[in-house]
């Protein structure tokens, strides 16, 4: 091995940008809370209100809408918990959520929690075997009885299969009935198009270690009508839906990273398509029984993600032997990675279990080149003879 490091792993976190760096450290050399008054924390203040606006302008929202968040984990809290809270308030008889099966589990277990505790009625709508949610079914649920829908979400984009949710149509299903809905954009923002405004949402995740910021740091995007209801408590910043002081330095990291990532998207897309291609046809040339997840259409599937499947193999043994080859990736999402069960998002395609245990995401991004699909092209077919022979010797034990 010779050191260099093949990162295929961006959809887990993404290399933090040269320019977002610098940015970083020279706030990190300001001093002053953003809440005093006096002339440093004015100073603070002002980065504060810039970045907000200049996240605001990328993703087509105003800056009154956005608030900042420790990351993708918390804003999806507040969404999903502050939406229910206060809907449930303003009338009680809206205790359903309707949430898409695939949803990350920062949505997942959030809205799991509420029907755990809070009375909250779940139904997890089902997706299909591309991994696209059912608006009809969404429709449907809708149609049964409006008045008791608190919220929907839809994920923008699946972190883990890549697959583009119809968010238009979800918009289109909820609004007649007045249903606010969330969607979680974290893997969306740099990849694809994202335009607040206009795609009709009532609350948007954002995170800033997935388009090249920093980690710990991510907003929820929220227009000014929808009511939420505090998760955490405190100083009453954020327009008082989100107390704690405001990390400077990392706001103003996140909005160097948006303002980047967004404008480079028109390019970078289809460079990092290009790439992905040609890594799923290298794949294929060295493992013809692999099987791409997802949905396979150029305009269906995040440009970085390629999730495939081995047969016959375990997720976790091809990580570590790409790992031990020097390539980076991922057995799905990084969160239920350690996890030996096979992901709620294949289950919920429809993936026999077995199959989809022996799973691989390859995420690119702004530091993917083509080496890295050559150094793929090279080392999957070796490492999956190994991990077959492997899983015929755990067979043969278990046997
Ligand atoms: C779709 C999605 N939502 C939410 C998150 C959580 O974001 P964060 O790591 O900023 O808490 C992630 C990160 O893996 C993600 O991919």
Redo the contacts with the bound molecule.
């Keep these: 091995m010779t050191g260099v490091r093949v990162y295929l792993d961006h ?2 976190t993404t290399p933090v940008l040269p320019e977002v760096v610098d940015v970083v450290a020279a706030r990190l050399r300001m001093l002053g809370n953003p809440s005093s008054l006096h002339a440093s924390g004015r100073a603070a203040r002002k980065v504060v209100e810039e970045s907000r606006e200049s996240v605001a302008a990328a993703l087509g929202a105003r800056p009154s809408e956005v608030v900042f968040t420790s ?3 918390e804003a ?1 809290n507040l969404a999903v918990k502050g939406m229910f809270w206060a809907r449930r308030a303003a009338d009680p008889r809206r205790i359903r959520i309707l949430a898409s099966a695939v949803e ?1 589990h ?1 949505v997942l277990d959030a809205v799991q929690w509420l029907a755990d505790t809070e009375g909250a009625e779940v139904e997890w709508l089902p997706v299909d075997r591309l991994g696209r949610v059912d608006v009809d079914a969404l429709g449907s649920a809708l149609e049964r009885d409006p008045g008791s829908v608190a919220l929907v979400t839809v ?1 923008w984009a699946s ?1 883990e299969v890549g697959t583009v949710q119809p968010i238009g149509d979800v918009v289109a299903a909820a609004k007649p009935y007045g249903v606010p809905v969330h969607s ?1 954009a ?2 969306a923002v740099a990849q694809l198009p994202v335009d607040f405004a206009a795609s009709g949402l009532d609350a948007m ?1 954002v ?1 800033g ?2 388009v090249g910021g920093p980690i710990g740091i ?1 907003a929820l995007v929220v227009r000014r009508e929808v009511d939420l209801v505090p998760v955490l408590h405190g100083g009453g910043q954020e327009r008082d839906v989100r107390s704690g002081t405001l990390d400077v330095a990392a706001i103003a990291g996140l909005a160097a990273a948006v303002d980047v990532a967004t404008t480079a998207r028109a390019a970078e897309a289809p460079r990092l398509a290009a790439l992905r291609d040609a890594l799923v046809a290298a794949v294929f040339a060295a493992v013809p029984d692999a099987v791409l997840n997802g949905d396979p259409s150029p305009g269906g599937r995040l440009p970085g993600n390629a999730h495939l499947s081995f047969p016959g193999c375990e997720g976790d043994s091809l990580m570590l032997l790409l790992d031990a080859r020097g390539i980076e990736c991922s057995t799905g ?3 239920s990675a350690g996890v030996p069960e096979p992901s709620h998002v294949l289950l919920a395609m429809g993936v026999d279990p077995l199959v989809a245990r022996g799973s691989l995401r390859f995420s690119l991004g702004h530091t993917s080149t083509e080496a890295d699909v050559t150094a793929v092209a090279g080392a999957i077919g070796p490492v999956v003879e190994r991990a077959r022979a492997a899983g015929m010797v755990n067979l043969a034990k278990a046997g």
């Design positions: 959809a887990a990351g993708g984990t999806d990350h920062a994920m972190n979680d974290v893997q995740t995170s270690h997935k991510g999402s990084a969160c």
